[in-house]
């Protein structure tokens, strides 16, 4: 199988669950929807969602922001762990100025 | 007694054909040892090497003869072989690398001539037709690679059994020198994004210091299409997909191109439109 194949044999059965469960109860009202839960997010909005409705009603984008979230510490922390070679740049310009001298002996431009 | 053993000697030389047998033993033996001394094949090596280094070089004229006393430090000449793939730099490289031919023998380097730039992956494809070798060794001519890592290389395929390793950055002691904090986070952010979606198990792909045994070398790259950083993930991609065990080693990258920005935003385009083409097709 092809990797986006199986990103989608997981992605696309999951998204339908949640049109068929959460988007499809609301009606063509959905967008309304998700604008108010994302509100009440912020503490406005015109109706009162609990916070189980507004999970719901905003579970794909919670499921991208814990994805980025992970993905920015992850390389906020192997960045910072990053290792550094020092002595590796010290040791190749001594050996670099070992060289110059081989070729020369060795009558090499 | 001497009638007796003229019959002997006679029965047997007739029965095992020894007296024409060894004449023939003599001269056999005779022309390998003239062969030897006088006469290596001239441009291609003497077909003896475990390990052929192919270096693609263009421009390349300072860091060329460095790359080979560096060889010539840390590896024996009679088993390694480099391939110095020279695509006509207007710098003066393919002097330098004939002189070098000359000056460390034509058993240790050969120097393949192209018109011009032609990419990175034909270089690696026209330098395999002369690999005679079981084990090829691919790297960057510029110095960022050090040919001290090729015996670890050596040594870890041989303990594991693998038929690839490949030098990592990132892990086993890995490391860069001369980054700033801006390419590490490019660095790491675009190892990461290719990481989740190609979940290839190895932790640096874009690195190009690896260690290959030749039959996967020939039955993949003819295949990779992409250019740039991604021909070096569709490799590993493609070299795992197929099945090959993969190890890795740490090894230090020593960047002295210093103040150079090569990462415009050109190149990071290029590098997601290649990483969704590899995410598609693989």
């Known amino acids: 199988m092809l990797r986006y194949q199986r990103f989608s044999a997981v992605i696309l059965p999951a998204f339908s669950c949640y049109c068929y469960f959460i988007l499809l109860p609301l009606g063509w009202h959905f967008p309304r929807a998700i604008a108010n839960a994302l509100l009440n997010l912020v503490g406005g909005g015109w109706t009162y969602y609990s ?18 979230i992970y993905a920015l510490s992850d390389i906020a ?33 | 007694m001497p009638p007796r053993s003229k019959s002997r000697s006679r029965s ?21 040892t003239s062969t030897k001394k006088s006469k290596p094949k001239v441009g291609l090596g003497s077909g003896k090497a475990e390990y052929t280094i192919i270096l693609p070089v263009y421009n390349e004229r300072e860091n060329l003869p460095i790359m080979i006393h560096l060889f010539s430090q840390y590896l024996s000449l009679t088993d390694y072989h480099v391939i110095i793939v020279e695509d006509n730099s207007p710098d003066g490289t393919r002097e330098v690398a004939k002189q ?16 011009g730039k032609l990419g990175l992956g034909s270089a690696y494809l026209s330098a395999l037709h002369l690999v005679k070798s079981p084990f090829v060794i ?23 059994g693998c038929d690839v390793v490949t030098g990592t950055r990132y892990r086993d002691g890995g490391g860069v020198a001369g980054w700033d904090t801006r390419r590490k986070v490019m660095s790491k952010g675009a190892n990461f994004l290719a990481d989740f979606l190609l979940s290839p198990g190895v932790s640096d792909l874009t690195g190009s210091f690896r260690l290959y045994k030749t039959p996967v070398l020939r039955e993949i790259f003819p295949l990779i299409v992409s250019k740039g950083y991604v021909f070096q993930m569709e490799v590993m991609v493609r070299i795992i997909d197929a099945g090959y065990k993969v190890e890795e080693v740490g090894i230090s990258f020593v960047d002295r191109i210093y103040g150079e920005s090569k990462l415009g935003a050109g190149e990071v385009i290029g590098y997601l439109k290649g990483l969704l083409n ?3 097709t693989t």
């Open chain 1, 51 to 68: 916070w189980r409705e507004c999970i719901r009603i905003l579970s794909p984008l919670l499921v991208v922001a814990l994805l980025g």
């Open chain 2, 278 to 280: 590899l995410f598609l």
């Open chain 2, 138 to 160: 691919l790297m960057d001519a510029d110095l960022s690679h050090h040919p001290k890592f090729i015996p670890k290389f050596v040594s870890k395929m041989s303990e594991s």
């Open chain 1, 77 to 109: 922390y192997t960045v910072i762990t990053f290792n550094d070679c020092k002595d590796a740049s010290a040791e190749i310009e001594t050996q670099v100025a070992e060289a110059k001298k081989e070729m020369k002996r060795r009558k090499i431009a």
């Open chain 2, 100 to 115: 070098l031919q000359n000056s460390y023998g034509a058993d240790f380097i050969t120097v393949l001539e192209r018109e």
């Open chain 2, 12 to 32: 047997t030389s007739r029965s095992r054909g020894a007296r024409s047998k060894s004449p023939a033993k003599a001269t056999k033996k005779a022309s390998v």
